[in-house]
């Protein structure tokens, strides 16, 4: 059973750029979040969503980032215009149950996109 | 609402001996608790939980971590300390009260350094 897939594993943009960042989650895994990453800032949450819905994106920037979560394919993070803050490692973390049943058990995180803003 | 505070950035210890990442947590009902490990480059792995029931939680690689709602402390424990174990590590907490998140807060995360 593969974990939780993400590509690319490095991402180089320019400023002005878009970025999309990819992530399939564990086989019957319903629930997606996404994390960025800053070594001084820990791990921040941005958006988490399933299957055709967006639940809750209350840590992610109103401009130039969107997410989504299609019936088919994978869930990507798309970032326009990139600047250089945007630079860090994304996290994608899926968990299964639906409901209150999702909500004690644990995520599993993939390896992450490293970002990288010339 | 809900935070976790991590006290240290790093600890560290030698090997063989115990070692203990220290969290603690803020909650407006009852949490469910999580700890995770980063190796580095790699994304987080799941290492325990507590969710109710026995106060003392047997994770994965030895670790276990032990719920105290007096001190709303989660402090992750192993007894013997490996040089592989040197890692980041991440507390999480989930406030399960009304008005609680289904997404949990993570800490800063805390370096353990463990000396051959």
């Known amino acids: 059973n593969a974990g939780v897939m993400q590509n690319p594993r490095h991402l180089v943009r320019r400023r002005g750029q878009e970025a999309r960042l990819r992530c399939s989650p564990m086989k019957g895994h319903s629930h997606v979040y996404w994390y960025r990453q800053l070594p001084e800032e820990g791990l921040k949450f941005m958006v988490y969503?399933?299957?055709?819905?967006?639940?809750?994106e209350s840590g992610m920037p109103k401009e130039r980032f969107s997410a989504e979560f299609p019936k088919e394919g994978p869930s990507i993070l798309r970032i326009q215009q990139v600047v250089r803050g945007d630079s860090a490692a994304y996290f994608c973390?899926?968990?299964?149950?639906?409901?209150?049943?999702?909500?004690?058990?644990?995520?599993?995180f993939g390896p992450g996109t490293r970002l990288t803003v010339l | 609402a809900q935070s976790v505070a991590q006290p240290e950035d790093q600890v560290n210890v030698a090997e063989g001996n115990p070692l203990t990442v220290k969290c603690t947590y803020s909650v407006s009902g009852n949490p469910y608790l999580f700890w995770y490990v980063q190796y580095p480059n790699r994304g987080l792995q799941f290492l325990l939980k507590y969710i109710t029931g026995d106060n003392l939680v047997k994770g994965s690689y030895g670790f276990e971590a032990e719920f105290n709602k007096s001190q709303t402390s989660f402090h992750l424990k192993k007894p013997s300390a490996l040089v592989s174990d040197s890692a980041l590590y991440f507390c999480?907490?989930?406030?399960?009260?009304?008005?609680?998140?289904?997404?949990?807060?993570f800490g800063r995360g805390t370096s353990l350094i463990v000396h051959p």
């Open positions: 999480a907490v989930r406030d399960i009260g009304a008005g609680g998140s289904y997404i949990p807060t």
């Open positions: 969503l399933q299957k055709e819905n967006i639940i809750d």
């Open positions: 973390a899926s968990s299964s149950g639906t409901g209150a049943l999702s909500s004690y058990n644990e995520q599993f």
